[in-house]
């Protein structure tokens, strides 16, 4: 069992740089997700730890342990990778045997550990099998009882599941979750799929452009993002963000648009009175946004004209894509809702759950005002 720290950690590729002055420490026993979009450098950091790719500067711990020279094989890491990488001519059983007989283990010992990561994972009528003879859900089982037999200090998974049916996905990411509170070590998965990441993180480590943007629990980072990256990129759909200035008028204050003018509740009105006639991004997400007809109960409803451009049917809520003036908006609304494409409709914004961001010290990723 061990922690894994990052300090001012940089690796780069040539003149790119692939991850940039990241310093974080993983403690001993959590789950943690890297998430964030292609080419974040969130698979680059998971090599950096394996060893797989040497740093450019900074230092990598396993526990005390600096790793930064020690070869992969002695790091006591396993890793999952996207592709199952099983061989086609070995058995289940050999499969999962093969890194230990490497180590010329005893063969008592490499029995008894595969025996119980196929009892672990529900394989144990599979271990004659093929490869060839296997289904992509059990082959992924197969790769993550290969990462088991070796009891390592930390599991490094890379978008284990990307190869899967939605359905196979749901099923596996429920069984990694229950692994890893069985197991009681240190999990980092690597996902670009921010439900994988909110569903089974017991933190979330968002990167963008090879930057950490924000470390915290998943509702934290639902409830308070750091930035506009980090609003944009947890919840699905995507939260709506809108070009705005703070008003005052009558002692009140709003947010306007241009499009809509919102009051802000007066319980809220003192985080935003020195932002008054600056200009913010106003955010707020398609869950908060309602049809007036069945509005939820304890908000502070806003009503906002708007005319329906598209309808996503999802059978427990739909997803409708609205515009305002020249503003496209989402909601998700009560499914009972009957809209139709061209509709002129109210829509209301719950005025207890938005967000503003200030532009002025970084324009292209405004930070939370809190």
């Known amino acids: ?46 090599r950096c730890i394996s060893g797989l790719e040497e740093i450019t500067s900074g230092i990598i711990k396993i526990g005390d342990q600096v790793v930064n020279d020690i070869p992969p094989k002695d790091r006591d890491i396993a890793m999952v990778f996207q592709s199952y990488a099983l061989y086609p001519h070995m058995s ?31 394989i144990e009528q ?42 196979l996905r749901v099923q596996t990411r429920k069984e990694i979750s229950k692994l890893h509170l069985r197991l009681n070590t240190t999990f980092i998965y690597v996902t670009h799929d921010q439900v994988e990441a909110m569903t089974m993180g017991t933190r979330i480590c968002v990167l ?17 993002p750091a930035n506009q990256f980090v609003a944009g990129f947890i919840g699905s759909p995507a939260m709506n963000f809108f070009p705005a200035k703070i008003d005052k008028s009558d002692s009140k204050l709003y947010i306007d648009t241009r499009n809509f003018r919102l009051e802000i509740p007066k319980n809220r009105t003192k985080t935003y009175q020195d932002y008054v006639g600056k200009e913010v991004i106003f955010g707020i997400r398609p869950e908060d946004i309602y049809n007036p007809e069945y509005p939820a109960t304890g908000i502070q409803p806003a009503k906002v004209d708007t005319k329906v451009d598209l309808l996503e049917l999802m059978g427990d809520e739909i997803f409708v894509y609205l515009v305002a003036g ?45």
């Open 326 to 370: 020249d503003k496209d908006i989402v909601a998700r609304v009560d499914p009972r809702s009957k809209y139709s494409i061209g509709d002129k409709v109210q829509v209301a914004f719950d005025m207890t759950n938005f967000h503003i961001f200030d532009p002025g010290k970084d324009p292209d990723n405004p930070a939370a005002v809190r």
């Open 208 to 224: 963008n452009q090879g930057r950490l943007q924000q470390i915290d629990t998943p509702q934290k980072l639902y409830d308070e």
């Open 126 to 167: 599979l271990l004659n099998r093929r490869p060839r003879e296997l289904s992509g859900g059990q082959r992924q089982r197969v790769a993550l009882g290969r990462a088991i037999v070796r009891e390592p200090k930390v599991f490094l998974f890379d978008e284990p599941l990307s190869n899967l049916d939605a359905k």
């Open 1 to 46: 069992m061990a922690s894994v720290t990052f300090d001012q950690v940089v690796k780069k590729f040539g003149n790119v740089v692939a991850v940039e002055d990241l310093s974080f420490e993983i403690s001993d026993k959590e789950f943690l997700v890297l998430v964030g979009p292609s080419g974040c450098g969130k698979t680059t950091a998971l």
């Open 92 to 122: 289940v059983f050999d499969n999962m045997a093969f890194g230990l007989k490497l180590r010329k283990m005893p063969k008592d010992e490499i029995k008894k550990r595969v025996d119980e990561a196929a009892r672990i994972l529900s």
